[in-house]
Each structure stands twice: as C-alpha cells, then as structure tokens.
C-alpha cells in the first residue's frame, strides 16, 4: 500500500513470515498484544541553527505479542518540542513514515535487527521560525494509537522517546538606521550617507557579507546598487556603522524617491528570517541647476557684447550673477528676463527687430523684467542673482538677453547679445 507524500518501509519476503508463525507455540500470536518502545533516539548534532538540517537515529523494540502482519501496520512521527511529554495524535509531526511489514514483528524484534532493518537515518530540518532554546527532538513509535493506520497495544506510555537538542538563534542581518541628507539631491551629485548594520540573531561565526544601497521607487532595492561596502561578521548584538559614504546620484528624474540600504544583499549568510534586511529613507531629487547659450546677438563697436552665468542658479545661492561683457567704457546696460523663448506679446520668437531699427538683432525672450547698470570704465557689468532657498523654484527657467546703448550700433543705437537659459535646481 503506497500513501503519497510520506515514506514506507517494506518487506519482501513471502516464505519468512509463514515460517516464523509455524515455529512459534500454539496460541501465542493472538494471547497478547503487541507493545512498541522506543528503545533510543539519537541525532547528528546536539546544537543546531532554525533551518539548519539534522539526522536523527533511533531504534524501537517490541515487548508484546506479535503485531499484526499482511496489510495491516502503523504510523511514527519524528518531532521537535520544548517538552519531553508525547504529542497528541492531531499534532503533525516533521516527519511522518508508515510501518508496513509482510511479516509480524514478534516479540524482542526491533527495528534495527529485523529481518529487513527497518530504522534508516531520517534526516528533519529545524523550522526557520525556531526560537533559540532548549528543545527535545522525539520520536513516537505507533503515534496514531487507536485511529487509522495504528495498532492496539498492551502500553500506549513508552512509545515515545526522546533526545535533547539545543537550538541556536541564527544570525539576522538588519539595517538599525539609514541617515541621509534633507536638502534634494541633484544627478550627478556626490553626497553623505550614514548607516549601521546589526546582528539581532545569534552569532555568525566567520561569515564577512556587504550592505548596497538602491535608488528606488518603491521602499525595496531596484535596479544596480549606487555603492556597495563591506560588513564583518557580527556577533549576537553587535553593530557596525558605516559613516560618511560617499553616494553618488545616477541620472534619474526629479521627484520622490527612496534610497533602500540592503543588509547581506548577496544573501550569503543564513538567516532566521530574509525579510528584514532592508531600510528606505524618502529623499528628493531635485533638477541640476544649469546654465546654457541659445540664440545670436548683434554686434556693436566693440564687436558682440556677451552675457554669462558666474555659478550656478541652485536653491538658495546668494552668489550667482549674470555678467555682461565685451563693453564700450561707460555704457547702459539693459538686461531683460523672461520665462518664454517660443512667444511674446502674441508673437513668434526669436522676434526680427529690424522694424525697430535693429537690423540683424532678434529678440529671443519675452521681458517680463528688466534691470539697469552702467559699467563705468569696466568692459563688463554683473547683475546679482540671487535664488530663494525655497523648494519651490526648483525647475524654474528663466531666459535673459543684454542689450548694450552703443550710438554706432544701428538706427536705434543698441546692440544685443545672444540669450542665456538659466534652469533653477541643486
């Protein structure tokens, strides 16, 4: 009789059994029950990690009468409990095997010295969910008693048997704290991350592993790690912080991400449980700040005035400043700001100002504001630009263009320089 999902350990001989009852006295296989004791119990180990995998040895003897023999046989269960008392027959054991001899197992037999040995090592692995203590791997011969696949015995109390183990709290490798800096982070950027990783399992032994960090959308690693550090092994408790890494920001787009810290990442230490391994801290990545040329200017008698960016426009600088140059001594410098390069006052840019006397010059931004300096003797002028350190300009765009009173110019008497976009970030 085969039963799926368990073992069965037969016999299979068919002259052994007749030959055994034709010697034994009238009577006899039928006077007494039979009475199954575990007469050992032994494992591979005596200290062991949750998961970890364990042999467990034992033998049992029959100190009854003969058991029945044909189709009829019994249950025993291997089992892991903080208890030497047998377990009920509704609980489920780690490892269930069916006894079904042809023969009968007559009185003095065991399973080691039967006529086919029926106790092969079994080998059980501890659950993962296991807490570190003291705990009694059993084994329980004929576990079903009375109920289906079970036989009646003279003595239901010594057939079980049992041999202690002590399970060690395996390491769990867990991210304690991730700090990272509040102000957004920029691509391209290389800022400061502080972090600690602890053991709050059991001892490790020699087992060194890493910790990553992940750019991500989610709170769980995406993607490749931006860095990658070594971490010792750890004994129960022990920490080790990590300050001051250096993480550089790959290109992604600005909004809310998560930067994930990832404990024993490549997985190469046993853990009690996998699912803790990981920190996120909500970081934002804010626009680059940036400063670039578009557009033609209009020369004047010193040729084509220019107009640059001195730094960057990032949140909260109070040194950036547009510098108009390539100036005739005591000029008027007009420098005009808009938030367009496509339309003005209805009109298409760049806007051919020639209609205005300016032949060759154009428009290339749509004045939403102005400001005025002279240079004196100087050939350049700077405007002061301040940015706010508000979050909310980040990805603001201005457009600017200088205009330059130069007489010599053209009818008007002005030249113009090409335009500058200038786009507010980190």
């Known amino acids: 009789m085969n039963l799926p999902g368990s073992s069965q350990l037969l016999c299979h001989s068919t002259s052994l059994p007749l030959l055994l009852l034709a010697l034994l006295p009238a009577g006899v296989a039928s006077a007494q029950a039979p009475d199954l004791r575990v007469r050992y119990v032994r494992t591979s180990l005596s200290t062991v990690r949750a998961g970890q995998t364990v042999v467990v040895s034992c033998d049992v003897i029959n100190a009854g009468g003969p058991t029945p023999w044909g189709n009829i046989g019994w249950q025993d269960g291997i089992y892991l409990r903080s208890t030497t008392a047998a377990p009920s027959a509704s609980v489920t054991p780690l490892f269930n095997r069916f006894i079904n001899p042809p023969w009968s197992m007559q009185n003095g037999f065991t399973y080691s010295g039967y006529p086919q040995p029926l106790n092969p090592d079994i080998t059980i692995r501890i659950p993962a969910t296991t807490s570190p203590g003291i705990y009694h791997v059993g084994y329980f011969a004929n576990r079903m008693r009375s109920a289906g696949w079970a036989i009646g015995e003279l003595d239901y109390s010594d057939n079980y048997g049992t041999r202690e183990i002590v399970v060690e709290g395996g390491p769990n490798y867990v991210v304690s704290s991730l700090a990272v800096p509040t102000t957004p982070w920029r691509q391209g950027a290389t800022l400061l991350v502080d972090l600690t990783v602890r053991n709050t399992g059991g001892t490790v032994g020699n087992v060194p592993t890493t910790v990553a960090l992940f750019l991500s959308s989610t709170t769980q690693p995406q993607g490749l790690p931006l860095a990658t550090v070594p971490v010792p092994a750890l004994a129960m408790g022990a920490t080790h912080p990590i300050v001051g890494l250096p993480v550089t920001m790959p290109s992604a787009g600005s909004g809310a991400w998560n930067l994930v810290a990832f404990a024993d990442a490549a997985n190469v230490v046993a853990e009690i449980s996998e699912t803790d391994n990981t920190r996120a801290a909500p970081i934002t990545v804010g626009p680059t700040a940036a400063v670039s040329n578009y557009g033609t200017g209009c020369p004047g008698r010193q040729g084509l005035p220019t107009l640059r960016g001195i730094g960057l426009p990032t949140i909260g600088t109070t040194s950036f400043e547009l510098e108009a140059g390539n100036l005739p001594p005591w000029t008027l410098v007009g420098l005009l700001l808009g938030f367009s390069d496509t339309t003005w006052n209805g009109r298409q840019l760049p806007l051919d100002l020639t209609?205005?006397?300016?032949?060759?010059?154009?428009?290339?931004?749509?004045?939403?504001?102005?400001?005025?300096?002279?240079?004196?003797?100087?050939?350049?002028?700077?405007?002061?630009?301040?940015?706010?350190?508000?979050?909310?300009?980040?990805?603001?765009?201005?457009?600017?263009?200088?205009?330059?009173?130069?007489?010599?110019?053209?009818?008007?008497?002005?030249?113009?320089?090409?335009?500058?976009?200038?786009?507010?970030?980190?």
Do not use: K
């Open 355 to 426: 209609p205005w006397g300016m032949p060759g010059c154009v428009l290339l931004q749509d004045m939403r504001f102005d400001r005025l300096a002279n240079n004196g003797t100087a050939t350049t002028v700077g405007f002061a630009m301040p940015v706010p350190a508000s979050a909310a300009f980040a990805g603001l765009r201005f457009f600017a263009q200088a205009f330059v009173h130069d007489p010599t110019a053209n009818p008007a008497g002005v030249a113009a320089t090409a335009g500058l976009r200038l786009e507010v970030g980190y």
